[in-house]
């Protein structure tokens, strides 16, 4: 029973959209919540919304936190305002949107607490439910929330991966912006080959990250490291999709009078390196055909940057990579 209200919040957060940064409708929807169950409704800016719920006060506060965006990603992109997954469905028990990511992170979460909140239980504590907007991209949520605006000396976040474990503590993360001088010149040779890395898992750079999954533009970045290092120049490179995720594909353009060496090289690292992904990246392709010509190149020293960068992040990861011309 308690499972089953719990779900049907769940079912109800489906329906809203809120990527990060997007949080308005969600902040709508908790709002309304706490205001027809005659709840103290707090909203910020930032739209954080905090629900109060007096209890049995011989008992100390209680803070409940959870995070009202998710992560959204499609392999159709929705227009904006409709990021909601479309098709989600139960295997195995688990539930699953297929084309779209859920959205279980962290509405599971905010779900669990509005079932508490609509408990009649005269035994539950006072109760002040936190829900944080844009955990996922910035904490700009959490960072912009007023202490003073809860009494709670007790907090439980619900937001934890593994039911029925309470985390105490837990590591940091860090989010760094690389910006390199790039200086492009004009091509002086005739093709361009386009070197494309596809089809890998993804997953979330916390947690899947464990699971040897390959990062695309590493494996990119790799391939371009075991070409012949005369006989071609870059003029383009770019991969990943979010800050926060393993990248699935990467691309990169290089110049070259002899585009049959690159692509036969290319093929080259795939036969030799493909045992290293095969088991656990099966869909992982690296493919390199001709592509329209580039006229632009970088500078030999732009192009070492690029790949020095890479060396230096590779012992944490990166995860985005854009040109910045
Ligand atoms: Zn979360």
Request: proline letters at 6%; one cysteine or more.
């Amino acid at each position: 029973m308690e499972n089953q209200r719990i779900l049907s919040y769940f079912d109800e957060i489906l329906k809203i959209p809120r990527p990060s940064y997007h949080e308005a409708a969600i902040a709508d929807y908790l709002e309304r919540f706490g205001t027809q169950r005659g709840l103290s409704v707090m909203r910020d800016s930032c739209n954080n919304v905090i629900l109060k719920k007096d209890g049995n006060l011989r008992s100390p506060t209680v803070v409940l936190q959870a995070h009202s965006d998710m992560v959204w990603a499609a392999e159709q992109p929705a227009p904006p305002g409709n990021e909601i997954p479309n098709k989600v469905y139960i295997e195995d028990g688990i539930m699953r949107a297929k084309g779209t990511t859920l959205g279980a992170d962290d509405g599971i979460g905010v779900a669990m607490i509005l079932a508490i909140l609509d408990e009649d239980d005269p035994d539950l504590p006072p109760i002040e439910a936190v829900f944080t907007a844009n955990e996922e991209e910035t904490m700009e949520g959490a960072m912009a929330l007023r202490p003073s605006c809860l009494d709670g000396t007790y907090l439980i976040n619900l937001d934890s991966e593994i039911e029925g474990v309470l985390t105490i503590g837990a590591a940091g993360g860090i989010s760094s912006e690389c910006v390199l001088p790039i200086c492009k010149s004009p091509s002086t040779f005739q093709h361009t080959v386009q070197i494309q890395v596809t089809g890998g898992k993804g997953g979330h750079s916390g947690l899947e990250i464990r699971e040897k999954r390959e990062n695309a533009i590493h494996l990119l970045v790799r391939v371009l490291r075991s070409l012949p290092r005369t006989g071609w120049e870059l003029a383009g490179i770019r991969g990943g999709e979010r800050s926060n995720a393993i990248p699935v594909g990467a691309v990169a353009h290089l110049n070259t009078d002899c585009p049959q060496d690159i692509r036969q090289a290319v093929a080259n690292f795939t036969t030799q390196h493909h045992s290293e992904w095969r088991d656990d990246e099966p869909e992982l392709t690296i493919r390199a055909e001709i592509a329209s010509r580039m006229e632009q190149v970088y500078e030999a020293e732009s192009a070492e940057q690029i790949f020095l960068q890479y060396f230096i992040c590779r012992t944490s990861n990166i995860f985005f990579m854009t040109p910045s011309w």
